[in-house]
């Protein structure tokens, strides 16, 4: 793709983008954040063959890294939408730097990150690994073929008033769950022993 194109595409995507109400863009954001959980919540239960609902950062079902690729994709990755195999490799690619960004930020800040792939084949610290990488080039194309446009129908389905009202409600209650769980994790308030599919790394 030459640089020119693929610049106008991005410009496009980024358009698009901005020009969606903000609270639209916020409960797309928590949509996806939700739906992230969901996801890892069924992957892992189907690994440990029990129910595991224990995951994302916060007690509340959310997990924003889902929420902040899904912007970012839409932005980045947009302009590969015309060759489903660039899109593949492009979204492979974005997910394992956005997991390997992450996961070095929570050792740093945590002592350990919320997923662990060191037991797969060719991973990286147990931060990335090729098997989750080729699964997230499948998930990117899922994504922009079919997802994106499905979580912007549901969330356009309320009237704008009540999708204010939900944004705030979100965002709100995000912001004091994160503050709390960041205080306990802080303080070692929070017992690990039902945490499964996290990683300790010793610093």
């Known amino acids: 793709m030459k640089p020119s194109v693929f610049l106008e595409a991005f410009y496009t995507s980024y358009k698009a983008m901005a020009a ?54 839409t932005v980045i990755l947009s302009p590969f939408l015309g060759s ?14 956005a997991e390997l960004i992450t996961a070095n930020l929570m050792v740093r800040f945590f002592g350990a990150f919320w997923w662990d792939y060191s037991k797969k084949p060719f991973n990286y610290r147990g931060m990335i690994s090729l098997e989750t990488s080729i699964g997230w080039g499948f998930v990117g194309l899922f ?45 070692n308030l929070d017992n690990d022993a039902d945490e499964v599919g996290r990683l300790k790394v010793t610093r």
């Open 20 to 73: 969606m109400p903000l609270y639209d863009l916020i409960n797309w954001f928590f949509l996806f954040s939700i739906f992230g959980y969901c996801l890892e919540c069924v992957v892992l239960s189907l690994e440990e063959k029990r129910l595991i609902t224990n995951r994302g950062f916060v007690h509340g079902p959310i997990c924003v890294i889902y929420g902040f690729c899904a912007v970012i994709a």
């Open 84 to 97: 489903p195999v660039q899109l593949y490799i492009a979204s492979a690619l974005l997910a394992t730097i």
């Open 143 to 187: 994504f922009f073929y079919f997802l994106s446009s499905f979580m912007l129908k549901i969330v356009r389905l309320l009237p704008p008033f009540l999708s204010k009202i939900t944004a705030f409600v979100l965002v709100i209650y995000y912001v004091i769950d994160f503050s709390i769980c960041m205080y306990r994790r802080m303080h």
